[in-house]
């Protein structure tokens, strides 16, 4: 991989985002001009770029939250408790802990105050797509703490990309290039919980590691790829707002980690795997471990090439006028820009997944998926190829 800096980006195009850095999975910075009119900058930051307290507590009076005690380690995460937002901001206050409000769910809160709205860039996201419109669910996230506060090293879930925009504060990022897993894992398959503080008898090459780094300042927004494992702290008191998100470019990483994880569960299992219903069992390990089955990942790529197939064109979709704010089309609470529903970026899209549905339908050795799923997306598939035949031949 060869990226040696990380650019800042005050004024691009969606096409270029997505030529430089989306689709080669690069990260970038984007200017904090991107986000100057979100409510949330205005409302949540006092005129000296500090948080607003009072306000905060004001819109959110019954929000509970979960709050993570950063001096503490619980497996790959801290210890959380869950608390009222109003006890974490006055506890946040005295600064006697370094006391971490994270994942808080905050569009579900039942205030209805808009914080935000994504980057039009950024704007293309099958997950919140179908965890909003079929569970009920969001990977839409606020997180606020003070100085020093910060997020043990990970790779985000189902290989998910993220994007982070401060509200106010800083944070340190230290992004990791896929591919050097073994530099920070131990004999017992464990990674490393934090890069700047490790034990080098139990991770002897991590100093070998290539990594990136860069400070994110108020309004700013990084956009974390797909794979990129990353280690994050706050510089003085900040709160931010993240997305993980997946999308066409990023699916086929999405089902290989998948195919990845269960193998590793078909490994540990290998003692039993004369057992009756042992796939069911592996699917099973699999959805605790991953947090999604084949089956459930059929089901979101059936939901999204669904989503396209009733939206042959982007002229069709109700689209506010061009100059309003935000610039979306309102698909349950999630807005997709234009540019992702012209025909050529509807075409990219389903191919790329016809793609995988055609790696699920053929495998032959490993079971991903059952038989009766196996026919559900032949038919699938059959739909997709008749539907781009007609709008596109
Ligand atoms: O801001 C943080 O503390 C963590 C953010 C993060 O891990 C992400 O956006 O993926
Ligand atoms: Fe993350």
Same mark, same amino acid.
């Given at each position: 991989? &060869?990226?040696?800096?990380?650019?800042?980006?005050?004024?691009?195009?969606?096409?270029?985002?997505?030529?430089?850095?989306?689709?080669?999975?690069?990260?970038?910075?984007?200017?904090?001009?991107?986000?100057?009119?979100?409510?949330?900058?205005?409302?949540?930051?006092?005129?000296?770029?500090?948080?607003?307290? !009072?306000?905060?507590?004001?819109?959110?009076?019954?929000?509970?939250?979960?709050?993570? /005690?950063?001096?503490?380690?619980?497996?790959?995460?801290?210890?959380?408790?869950?608390?009222?937002?109003?006890?974490?901001?006055?506890?946040?206050?005295?600064? !006697?802990?370094?006391?971490?409000?994270?994942?808080?769910?905050?569009?579900?809160?039942?205030?209805?105050?808009?914080?935000?709205?994504?980057?039009?860039?950024?704007?293309?996201?099958?997950?919140?797509?179908?965890?909003?419109?079929?569970?009920?669910?969001?990977?839409?996230?606020?997180?606020?703490?003070?100085?020093?506060?910060?997020? =043990?090293?990970?790779?985000?879930?189902?290989?998910?990309? @993220?994007?982070?925009? %401060?509200?106010?504060?800083?944070?340190?990022?230290?992004?990791?290039?896929?591919?050097? #897993?073994?530099?920070?894992? /131990?004999?017992?398959?464990?990674?490393?919980?934090?890069?700047?503080?490790?034990?080098?008898?139990?991770?002897?090459?991590?100093? !070998?590691?290539?990594?990136?780094?860069?400070?994110?300042?108020?309004?700013?927004?990084?956009?974390?790829?797909?794979?990129?494992?990353?280690?994050?702290? %706050?510089?003085?008191?900040?709160?931010?707002?993240?997305? #993980?998100?997946?999308?066409?470019? #990023?699916?086929?990483?999405?089902?290989?980690?998948?195919?990845? *994880?269960?193998?590793?569960?078909?490994?540990?299992?290998?003692?039993?795997?004369?057992?009756?219903?042992?796939?069911?069992?592996?699917?099973?390990?699999?959805?605790?471990? @991953?947090?999604?089955?084949?089956?459930?990942?059929?089901?979101?790529?059936?939901?999204? =090439?669904?989503?396209?197939? +009733?939206?042959? %064109?982007? *002229?069709?979709?109700?689209?506010?006028? =061009?100059?309003?704010?935000?610039?979306?089309?309102?698909?349950?609470?999630?807005?997709?820009?234009?540019?992702?529903?012209?025909?050529?970026?509807?075409?990219?899209?389903?191919?790329?997944? &016809?793609?995988?549905?055609?790696?699920? !339908? +053929? /495998?032959?050795?490993?079971?991903?998926?059952?038989?009766?799923?196996?026919?559900?997306?032949?038919?699938?598939?059959?739909?997709? =190829?008749?539907?781009?035949?007609?709008?596109?031949?």
């Amino acid at each position: 991989m &060869d990226v040696d800096c990380i650019e800042r980006r005050e004024n691009i195009s969606i096409d270029e985002f997505v030529e430089c850095f989306l689709e080669p999975n690069r990260p970038v910075i984007l200017g904090a001009t991107f986000t100057q009119h979100w409510p949330a900058r205005r409302d949540w930051v006092t005129t000296e770029g500090t948080p607003n307290f !009072e306000r905060l507590s004001t819109l959110y009076p019954t929000d509970l939250v979960e709050v993570a /005690d950063c001096d503490t380690t619980y497996f790959s995460d801290h210890e959380r408790t869950t608390m009222p937002l109003t006890e974490f901001i006055a506890k946040w206050q005295k600064g !006697e802990q370094r006391l971490y409000c994270k994942d808080w769910h905050f569009t579900r809160s039942p205030s209805q105050y808009q914080a935000y709205w994504p980057l039009p860039h950024l704007s293309n996201d099958w997950l919140n797509t179908y965890y909003e419109e079929e569970k009920n669910d969001d990977y839409r996230f606020c997180y606020m703490g003070g100085q020093g506060t910060w997020t =043990a090293f990970h790779e985000d879930v189902f290989r998910s990309y @993220s994007w982070s925009s %401060n509200i106010c504060g800083q944070k340190r990022w230290i992004l990791v290039p896929p591919g050097q #897993n073994h530099l920070f894992t /131990d004999d017992a398959g464990n990674w490393v919980h934090s890069l700047v503080d490790y034990d080098r008898a139990r991770f002897p090459r991590l100093h !070998e590691l290539k990594s990136l780094e860069l400070v994110q300042g108020p309004g700013e927004t990084v956009f974390v790829p797909s794979g990129w494992w990353h280690q994050v702290q %706050n510089i003085g008191d900040t709160i931010s707002i993240n997305h #993980n998100w997946t999308n066409e470019f #990023n699916l086929q990483g999405m089902f290989d980690r998948l195919g990845h *994880d269960l193998r590793c569960v078909r490994h540990a299992l290998r003692d039993v795997t004369d057992m009756e219903g042992f796939e069911d069992h592996a699917q099973m390990v699999l959805r605790v471990n @991953s947090g999604m089955d084949f089956g459930g990942f059929f089901a979101f790529v059936k939901h999204m =090439a669904n989503v396209y197939l +009733g939206h042959c %064109n982007a *002229d069709s979709l109700p689209l506010p006028a =061009a100059d309003s704010e935000p610039r979306c089309y309102e698909r349950a609470r999630n807005c997709v820009d234009r540019y992702f529903l012209l025909p050529d970026s509807v075409r990219r899209a389903l191919t790329r997944i &016809d793609a995988v549905l055609e790696m699920l !339908e +053929g /495998d032959p050795t490993t079971a991903l998926i059952s038989g009766d799923l196996k026919r559900q997306v032949a038919i699938l598939r059959t739909t997709i =190829a008749q539907w781009l035949e007609e709008y596109y031949s």
